[in-house]
């Protein structure tokens, strides 16, 4: 492809960038509102989480249904009626009456916020071979700062707006970025003519037939698992006495994300050379700074979670872009296909994260939720020595 050869500009990488961080930032608004919907509905700190973990599950199942089209479709058309659903599955998240019509919306909205894996592959693609490290480090930036400053952002104005308000803003910000898609997405050429069905097939082909991305695809899972156990839990547990903090004080903490961001693109030039150790260093600063919390959660220091959540954001995204990279340089013609099989094990690995993170968090305090989170990187630094021996 002559797009390929020639590159991606510095605009247009920009551009897809931003638009990677607000169409899964749709994934992670819940999480600073958590306690505000528990509120709402009655419900306690250790159900509400089950909204984080849906949102996820939904994700991950849109993964496994809608990015392996990237391979088949028009990226640009696939990812605007992506964006098309995702908006109406914020409308009707903001319009729930009950608490389980929210759990089903939730499930859709994660379900249809895969675009920025659309575009992820994509930009891998099209990017010329030197740029691949520094693109994918972009995108992952973007990405990251999704997620994380989604929470600030939601939790500032869910205070103002109600986490009504807030699901309806999201709606419209989704106009917005349809319209950066229209304009600034590169049209692209299918790399493949299979059906669906057989699609759906390769997935299974490919994982059976590349053990680097059988293990990409757990460790990733399991490092994304240890940031969203801290995540999932920190709202409620910040609500509590010991702090106090409001969910605009708790999604302020998601402003941790800017020292990752301004680190991605260097640790996306390592990536090529130094792969296997970023990852080991990612989980091993993920299993420290899990213990760090255990002994000092409780002692309401807010510096201290600041400084947790910018040393979990850092390990696992050095690891991501680690796992990832090595994982979508092993078939550039099913590049969709394989971001799609390490993707749906990384958001099942965050759902779990999620799930335990509330349940520990609600029965154990602070102390629960540093020996699940540290679980979780413990059996990843495991994993990644395990996988290196096999490779």
């Known amino acids: 492809m002559q797009a390929a050869k020639a590159g991606l500009s510095p605009t247009t990488i920009f551009t897809l960038a931003i638009c990677c961080g607000l169409s899964v930032a749709t994934v992670y608004y819940n999480q600073a509102m958590l306690p505000l919907i528990g509120q709402s509905f009655g419900i ?129 910000l989704n106009l917005l970025l349809a319209l950066a898609i229209f304009a600034r997405m590169p049209t692209s050429v299918p790399s493949s003519q299979q059906r669906y069905l057989a699609l759906m097939r390769s997935l299974w082909d490919l994982l059976r037939q590349y053990s680097t991305l059988r293990w990409s695809a757990l460790i990733g899972a399991l490092t994304f698992g240890a940031l969203n156990v801290f995540w999932g839990a920190m709202a409620s547990l910040l609500a509590q006495p010991t702090y106090g903090y409001s969910s605009a004080q708790a999604g302020l903490f998601g402003l941790s994300a800017v020292f990752g961001i301004l680190c991605s693109a260097y640790l996306g030039r390592l990536t090529a050379r130094h792969g296997m150790r970023l990852s080991y260093t990612g989980a091993l600063v993920l299993l420290i700074t899990y213990a760090g919390l255990y002994f000092a959660g409780e002692l309401g220091w807010w510096w201290l979670i600041l400084l947790v959540a910018s040393s979990i954001d850092l390990g696992n995204r050095a690891n991501q872009l680690a796992s990832q990279t090595r994982a979508l340089a092993l078939a550039p013609e099913a590049v969709s296909r394989l971001n799609t099989v390490f993707m749906v094990a990384y958001f099942c690995g965050g759902a779990l994260g999620s799930m335990l993170g509330s349940a520990a968090a609600g029965h154990y305090g602070w102390q629960g939720l540093g020996l699940a989170g540290g679980s979780f990187a413990l059996v990843a630094l495991l994993a990644i020595f395990a996988g290196r021996k096999v490779r």
């Open 44 to 172: 306690s700190a250790v159900h509400v989480g089950q909204i984080a973990m849906l949102t996820q599950i939904g994700y991950a199942f849109g993964l496994l249904l809608f990015v392996p089209l990237g391979d088949r479709l028009q990226r640009k058309t696939l990812i605007l009626v992506m964006l098309a659903f995702n908006a109406l599955s914020l409308v009707a998240s903001a319009l729930a009456p009950s608490f389980v019509l929210l759990l089903v919306a939730s499930a859709a909205l994660g379900l249809s916020a895969i675009s920025a894996q659309i575009i992820i592959p994509a930009a891998t693609v099209l990017a010329a071979p030197a740029q691949r490290g520094q693109v994918l480090g972009m995108m992952v930036s973007g990405l990251s700062a999704g997620g994380l400053l989604a929470r600030a952002l939601s939790g500032v104005v869910s205070t103002w707006l109600g986490w009504r308000g807030m699901y309806l803003l999201a709606a419209g």
